[in-house]
């Protein structure tokens, strides 16, 4: 079955690899648990370049500036919204969202992390995570997105050299 991708929101959203392996996850704020903790991800402005967004977005709900450019999904990872699923995207006419998703390595030290440092924070937590968790915590809508994630970013999941 083929998506029409004109009915998803174009977003980016970011696997940030810590040099051990592990990667970023942000537990959202006021979002009950269990399934609450996600990477960041975002839309793309009208013009944006796609890793330009992708940089933007991990900036302003992380604070990680310090990062490298692993790679990149080669196409679209679409998801649809739940049934019942509120909130502005939906109500803006969008069947779900459309994501390339960035592997990026993280340079810098924990402290460069700041959840507050722009606008109401989307995450009031965070952790370093192993890859293959991702999936387990994530919204259940989202979960198919994030296997294939998992499956395209495994290779950056081993130890990075320093």
Do not use: C
């Not at 459309?98 to 995450?123: I, M, N, R, S, Y």
């Not at 965070?126 to 293959?132: E, N, Q, T």
Request: hydrophobic share 40%; net charge negative; no cysteine.
């Amino acid at each position: 079955m083929t998506l029409d991708l004109e009915l998803y929101r174009p977003n980016v959203g970011v696997v940030l690899f810590h040099r051990d392996g592990r990667v970023w996850l942000g537990r959202r704020a006021s979002t009950p648990g269990p399934h609450n903790w996600q990477f960041p991800q975002g839309g793309v402005d009208p013009g944006e370049d796609l890793e330009t967004a992708a940089r933007r977005e991990l900036a302003e709900e992380t604070g990680a500036r310090s990062v490298t450019f692993l790679g990149r999904t080669d196409d679209w990872v679409a998801y649809d919204f739940p049934p019942g699923h509120g909130g502005a995207k939906r109500l803006g006419g969008w069947k779900g969202q459309k994501q390339v998703w960035f592997a990026f390595g993280f340079d810098g030290e924990d402290t460069e992390f700041d959840l507050f440092g722009h606008g109401p924070p989307e995450f009031d937590d965070w952790r370093w995570a192993r890859l293959a968790e991702a999936a387990k915590m994530i919204v259940p809508f989202k979960k198919v997105a994030y296997e294939r994630v998992v499956e395209v970013f495994g290779s950056f999941a081993s130890e990075r050299s320093s």
